[in-house]
């Protein structure tokens, strides 16, 4: 359905306007006031704009300046009577699509109307795009220069020119999602749907219903037949995201729907073909859910023929800078402002334990965008999202030899963290500078001993020297 609005001070054409152009899939409003009828384009802009020049209280001349101020994209044709062409001709050149001359006939009406939706539903189709760049930039900031993350990138490039079920594994936030879609981009169905499905975001009473869809009649509400998510995929990737949420009797139904690629929807009887590809993902450990008879074997071994295994932030340090320069560059560019980050900002940054991985780091690179004025970004800015607490406050509550052992591997993390830093972000010459070997210092990198704890303990912020 397009919007169309017509700001007339006359009733009259406004009621003619509507009657020319009644016709399915268009939705004409006309308002008399000119100041009313601004309000409402400015907040519900329409798919086009027909506009008087001459209106009493506000001109045209006004309220197009305040409208394309505002919406510069919206499509603006001006109405205007013979002595006012010059005025509607020198609107065009500040951005007005065009203008009717009164008065018009119907046919010169339409064709202007059907000139000017097109270019509406165009500039929709290049925001659209600009979208998907804007999610490929994403996806460029997922490349690294990590040797770890690196050999898992490779191994998606490998998988993605096959049709093979792909499983990702990585804490929350280290870009699942942007991996998939990446696999996707690169795979020969990237002009086909990408259809990601949050498992974890779905009451499993609906989940079943979202997946495979339901025929007419299927349950109480099921008014007409609806296609799943599965189905919408056709042709294109599913990405089961969270797959670890999924309840074991819906398993079984997907398990079946993997082997056959074909499904039944509820309260059907016919087979359903669909040719899609399957993507999925999760930050938990399915290992133990098998163990722990929660979710099915024959299941789990389909859906990970290549399985990918993204690394976390804090063990990819040779990420953070580059990551942190490149949400700089991006939000600086989206808030207008030129903002940079100064040499002891990205030390700090090295010092950060990053637990919500690179989702985090993006979001924090965001608000100091935000919020920053323009110039330089110091360590002190990144106090708001810095952990809290004195060192013997933050581990008070465990026995005497754990405490020890944690605030030795804090300093030793924030030690190496720091060196590095100083190098640059180059492991071999931070290992060089601290005396040890590569090895050595990426065991110093990783001591504080969380993952061997399997804790998550407060981290306290160490001043080296003290």
Known sequence: MSRIAVIDDEPA???????????????????????????????????????????????????????????PDLPIVFLTAFGSVEGAVLAMRNGAFDYLQKPFKREELLLVVQRALSVSKLEHQVQALKGRL???????????????????????????????????????????????????????????????????????????????????????????????????????????????????????????????????RLGGLTQVRVDCRILCATNQDLTAKIKAGTFREELFYR??????????????????QHLARFFLERFSRRYGKSIAGSQEFYEALLRQRWPGNVRQLKNVMERLVALHPDGFLKAADLDEDAPQGDVAVAFAHLPWKEARDRYLGSFESAYAQTVLARCGGNISAAARAAGVDRKTFYSLLKSDREEQTGESTPQPTLKLGE
């Open 303 to 320: 859906l990970s023929v290549v399985t990918v295994k993204l690394p976390p932030l804090r063990d990819r340090p040779e990420d953070i």
């Open 134 to 264: 804007e999610e490929l930039g994403e996806a460029e900031a997922a490349q690294s220069r990590s040797v770890a993350m690196l050999d898992q990138l490779e191994k998606c490039r490998r998988a993605a020119t096959t049709d093979a079920t792909v499983m990702i594994l990585g804490e929350s936030g280290t870009g699942k999602e942007v991996t998939a879609r990446q696999i996707h981009q690169l795979s020969r169905r990237k002009d086909g749907p990408f259809v990601p499905v949050e498992c974890s975001a779905m009451p499993g009473s609906l989940i079943e219903s979202e997946l495979f869809g339901y025929e007419r009649g299927a349950f109480t509400g099921a008014e007409k037949m609806k296609k799943g998510l599965i189905e919408s995929a056709d042709g294109g990737t599913l990405f089961l995201d969270e797959i670890g949420d999924l309840g074991v009797e819906l398993q079984t139904r997907l398990f079946r729907f993997v082997e056959e690629r074909a499904l039944r």
């Open 13 to 71: 054409l406004g009621e003619n306007i509507q009657r020319m152009l009644r016709q399915p899939g268009l939705l004409v409003s006309a308002f008399a006031d000119s100041v009313k009828g601004m309000q409402e384009v400015l907040t519900n802009p329409p798919d086009l704009l027909l506009l008087d020049v001459r209106m009493p209280g506000m001109s045209g001349e006004e309220v197009f300046a305040h409208v394309h101020q505002a919406h």
